[in-house]
C-alpha cells in the first residue's frame, strides 16, 4: 500500500503525533508512506526528523501516480488535500471539534470534501454524534469511521527534575485561548502561595489570556513555560509528574490526557463532548465544566490532599488508555485504508 498523508505542518502538537504514530506503525507494517506538506521550518517542522526516522518521505509536491491513497490530517489540510482528491481515493481525518466546524463553515472547498471524501474519521463517537453532525447530514451510510488515535505506550525513561517538596500540576498543549490554561493559573494561584504544588505548561506559548499571564508572571518559580517539547523531554516531564490537567474549552479527542494515562497520572478535565462515555467523572477523571474556575480549583485541592485520591484516579485512567494501544488502533486504521482501496477496483 503506497499511502501519501497531506498535512500543513509537523509541529509539537497532538494531530501531528497522532500522525506520526500511525506512520510507525504503517511503514512497520510494510506501506510505503509520504508526508505532504508545504515547505516548513522553525516549529512547523519540529517533528520532520521524527517523520523521517519512521520511515516516511516527506515531499512538498506529489505524484499521484506513485501513491494508492490520500489521507488529509486536520481541517487545515482541505486546500492540499483538494489538489490530489480528484486523482486519488482520499479519507479526511478529522481531529477538531468546534473549531474545526467553525472553520468548514467558512471553507468552501471544506464542504466540498465533506460529501466527497471516501471516508471521513474521527476519534470520538460524541465528536461526530454532538458537534459534526449537523455537516454530515445526508451522507451515505458507512462514510463516517470513528478511530482512536493511536497513543502506545511510553518506553521507560529517566523523570524530569523538580522542585522538592512541591507536586507537579503538568499540562500539555499549546497555549493559547481555546485551551483555557489561564483557568489553570487562576486555579492554582486560588489554592495560596501556601499550596505545595508547582504547574508547568508544556508546549509553543501563542497567548495566555491576561488575567493569567498576570498571575504566572508574577510567580515564576510555581508557574513554568518550557515551550513545546521534543517526545523524549515531554514524557520526562510526564514521568515527573503528580497531577495532570487540561482545562480545554474546546476538543475533539485531545491525546495528551490519554499520555498522561498511560503514566498512571490523576486527570482533571474540562466536561467536552469529546469526553463523554471514555472521561468519566469521579471514575476516571475529574471533570468540571469549562471555564468553572473554583470546581477545577476544587478538584486540585482534592487531589493535592489525597495521595489514595490520586492513586484510585491514576490507575482507572491507565485502564483507559488501554484502548488507544497499538492492537486496536492500526488494525482499525489499515483496515479502513484496504477497504476504501478494495472499494475502488470493485
Given amino acids: 500500500m503506497r499511502v501519501l498523508f497531506v498535512i500543513h505542518e509537523l509541529a509539537l ?10 506512520v510507525r506503525a504503517l511503514t512497520a507494517a510494510g506501506a510505503r508512506v509520504s508526508v505532504l506538506t508545504p515547505t516548513l521550518s522553525g516549529d512547523a517542522a519540529a517533528l520532520s526528523a521524527e517523520f523521517a526516522a519512521a520511515g516516511a518521505r516527506l515531499i512538498t509536491s506529489a505524484d499521484t501516480a506513485d501513491h494508492d491513497i490520500a489521507v488529509g490530517c486536520t481541517v487545515f489540510a482541505a486546500d492540499a488535500l483538494a489538489a490530489v482528491a480528484g486523482r486519488l481515493p482520499f479519507v479526511w481525518w478529522i481531529h477538531e471539534g468546534m473549531a474545526g466546524v467553525r472553520h468548514v463553515l467558512g471553507h468552501a472547498e471544506g464542504m466540498r470534501l465533506l460529501g466527497a471524501a471516501a471516508r471521513l474519521v474521527f476519534p470520538a463517537r460524541a465528536t461526530v454524534e454532538q458537534v459534526w453532525a449537523g455537516l454530515l447530514l445526508g451522507l451515505p451510510p458507512g462514510r463516517v469511521e470513528v478511530i482512536p488515535a493511536l497513543v502506545p505506550p511510553p518506553a521507560p525513561g529517566p523523570a524530569a527534575a523538580k522542585s522538592p517538596g512541591r507536586l507537579r500540576v503538568l499540562c500539555v498543549g499549546s497555549v493559547y ?9 487562576a486555579a492554582v494561584a486560588a489554592l495560596g502561595p501556601a499550596a505545595p504544588v508547582e504547574c508547568v505548561f508544556a508546549g509553543s506559548l501563542v497567548r495566555l489570556d491576561p488575567p493569567g499571564e498576570a498571575l504566572a508572571a508574577a510567580d515564576p518559580e510555581r508557574f513554568r513555560f518550557p515551550g513545546g517539547q ?17 482545562p480545554s474549552g474546546e ?10 494515562a498511560w503514566h498512571r497520572l490523576p486527570l482533571i478535565l474540562s466536561d467536552l463532548p469529546g469526553h463523554a462515555g471514555l472521561w468519566r467523572h469521579g471514575l476516571t477523571a475529574l471533570l468540571h465544566p469549562p471555564g468553572d474556575v473554583e470546581l477545577l480549583a476544587f478538584s486540585l485541592k482534592a487531589l493535592i490532599e489525597s ?10 485512567a491507565r485502564t483507559v488508555a488501554d484502548r488507544f494501544g497499538p492492537a486496536r488502533t492500526t488494525a482499525l486504521f489499515s483496515a479502513m485504508l484496504a477497504e476504501v482501496l478494495a472499494a475502488r477496483t470493485a
Fill in 251 to 260: 476538543e475533539s479527542l485531545p491525546i495528551a490526557p490519554i499520555e498522561a
Fill in 230 to 246: 521534543a517526545p523524549e523531554a515531554l514524557q520526562a516531564l510526564y514521568r515527573s509528574a503528580d497531577i495532570f490537567a487540561l
Fill in 177 to 185: 485561548p481555546r485551551k483555557r490554561q489561564a483557568d489553570l493559573v
Fill in 307 to 316: 495521595p489514595r485520591l490520586r492513586a484510585r484516579l491514576g490507575a482507572a
Fill in 13 to 22: 502538537n497532538g494531530a501531528v503525533t497522532a500522525l506520526l504514530a500511525q
